[in-house]
């Protein structure tokens, strides 16, 4: 059986994150409204950790969601966003997910939002993979790692075990 091998430490991971934060004020400086939605999971954590950052150190009125939809078949099941009332019309909406990998669930979860007129849609990712299957790219990333197609990177944002493991 394959070893796991930490390629970030939680420290790291909190240094990536905030400079995640920073770079997403610095890029939305003439925003008022900024819309963090965090893909369901650790998506959705990390979404959170970048709006506790973000709210300390800007004055634009982020508001922050998650969207919710099946990362193996997202094609076979609806895709919903949590509140639901969030409008996004003329709004700057920003998606957060873990790692990178294929670019499938970025790009399904880039599909919901393209029925509404944005003012800009932007994705983040604490790590980025270049194995790319989909036409789709982050915005913002924390870390860019080459792997090989068999290899995996597994994400702990929570608990003792925090860090980036290479699988």
């Known amino acids: 059986m394959k070893e796991n ?53 800007s004055s634009i009125n982020i508001q922050l969601g998650s969207i919710e939809l099946n990362k193996d078949v997202p094609f076979k099941h609806p895709i919903s966003v949590i509140p639901s009332n969030i409008q996004y019309t ?20 880039c599909k919901y939002f393209l029925n509404t007129s944005l003012h800009s849609l932007s994705t983040v990712v604490l790590v980025e993979r270049t194995h790319n299957r989909y036409p789709i790219k982050a915005n913002f990333v924390g870390f860019s790692l080459a792997t090989t197609l068999q290899e995996y990177i597994k994400v702990v944002l929570e ?5 980036v493991y290479l699988c």
């Open 159 to 163: 608990g003792d075990g925090q860090g």
């Open 90 to 109: 003329d709004e700057k909406v920003i998606l957060v997910d873990d790692v990178l990998n294929s670019g499938k669930t970025l790009m399904y979860a």
């Open 5 to 57: 091998t930490k390629i970030l430490n939680s420290y790291e991971i909190g240094l990536k994150i905030n400079r995640l934060a920073w770079e997403i004020y610095e890029d939305n400086l003439t925003q008022k409204n900024i819309l963090l939605i965090g893909i369901s999971g650790r998506g959705e954590k990390l979404a959170e950790k970048i709006y506790d950052i973000l709210i300390k150190i």
